[in-house]
T-cell receptor
Framework: GAGVSQSPSNKVTEKGKDVELRCDPI?????LYWYRQSLGQGLEFLIY????????KSGLPSDRFSAERTGGSVSTLTIQRTQQEDSAVYLC????????????FGPGTRLLVL | QKEVEQNSGPLSVPEGAIASLNCTYS??????FFWYRQYSGKSPELIMS????GDKEDGRFTAQLNKASQYVSLLIRDSQPSDSATYLC????????????FGTGTRLTVIP
C-alpha cells in the first residue's frame, strides 16, 4: 500500500517568507508526527496529532511554527517569517496509534532558507 | 544531558564482521526502544523494536536491552556493504508519551 507522502520534496525560500509543508499519512493511521532533522543532528520532535484529540505542540520551537490536521488525515506544517536556522529536513511520520507503535516516515521536505 | 546518546562514529567494519551499535538513555522509566536505519538522503526506516530486557533477534539483527544500565544496542551479524547507513536509536520516554526521542545516529560503513 501507499506509504507516507510529503510535498514538496524540496523548498527554497527567502528569509521572512512563509512556507507550508504537507503530509499525507498512511490510510487508517490515526497518529501523525512532525519531526525536524538538521544537518548532523538527530530527529527533533515538533508536534503530534492523535485522532480528534488536541495536538501535542510541546516540541514546536517558536510561535512561528504551527500545524493543523484536517479531517484526521492530511496535515500541514506552516512556518511563518522563516529564518535561516529553520533550514532542515522536515519529516512526517504516522502510526496506528500511540508512539509505542511503529512510526512510518515519509521522504521528508528539504527546506532551505536563504 | 541529552535524552538519548549515541557514538556518532563513523564505525567501519569489514564485510562479514559483526557491527555493534550502542545507545544510552537518561530517562529511567523509558518503556519502548527502537532502532531505525537511515540511508543518506532518505527517511528513517524501522529495523527493530524492543520493550523488555534481554535480546531480540530478527534475521541478522539482534537488539539488546538492559534497563538497569539504561543501555540498548544493535548487533548486525555478517555485515554487508548494503548495511552502510546511519543507525538511529529512539526511545519512548514513558508509557503514554506522545513522541520519540532520537539520538544523533551512528554512521556505519561496511568495507567490502
Amino acid at each position: 500500500g501507499a506509504g507516507v507522502s510529503q510535498s514538496p520534496s524540496n523548498k527554497v525560500t527567502e528569509k521572512g517568507k512563509d512556507v507550508e509543508l504537507r503530509c499525507d499519512p498512511i490510510s487508517g493511521h490515526t497518529a501523525l508526527y512532525w519531526y525536524r532533522q538538521s544537518l548532523g543532528q538527530g530527529l527533533e520532535f515538533l508536534i503530534y496529532f492523535q485522532g480528534n484529540s488536541a495536538p501535542d505542540k510541546s516540541g514546536l520551537p517558536s510561535d512561528r511554527f504551527s500545524a493543523e490536521r484536517t479531517g484526521g488525515s492530511v496535515s500541514t506544517l506552516t512556518i511563518q517569517r522563516t529564518q535561516q536556522e529553520d533550514s532542515a529536513v522536515y519529516l512526517c511520520a504516522s502510526s496506528l496509534g500511540r508512539s509505542q507503535e511503529t512510526q512510518y516516515f515519509g521522504p521528508g521536505t528539504r527546506l532551505l532558507v536563504l | 544531558q541529552k535524552e538519548v546518546e549515541q557514538n556518532s562514529g563513523p564505525l567501519s567494519v569489514p564485510e562479514g564482521a559483526i557491527a555493534s551499535l550502542n545507545c544510552t538513555y537518561s530517562d529511567r522509566v523509558s518503556q519502548s526502544f527502537f532502532w531505525y536505519r537511515q540511508y543518506s538522503g532518505k527517511s528513517p526506516e524501522l529495523i527493530m523494536s524492543i520493550y523488555s530486557n534481554g535480546d531480540k533477534e530478527d534475521g541478522r539483527f539482534t537488539a539488546q536491552l538492559n534497563k538497569a544500565s539504561q543501555y540498548v544496542s544493535l548487533l548486525i551479524r555478517d555485515s554487508q556493504p548494503s548495511d552502510s547507513a546511519t543507525y538511529l536509536c529512539a526511545v519512548n520516554p514513558q508509557t503514554g508519551a506522545n513522541n520519540l526521542f532520537f539520538g544523533t545516529g551512528t554512521r556505519l560503513t561496511v568495507i567490502p
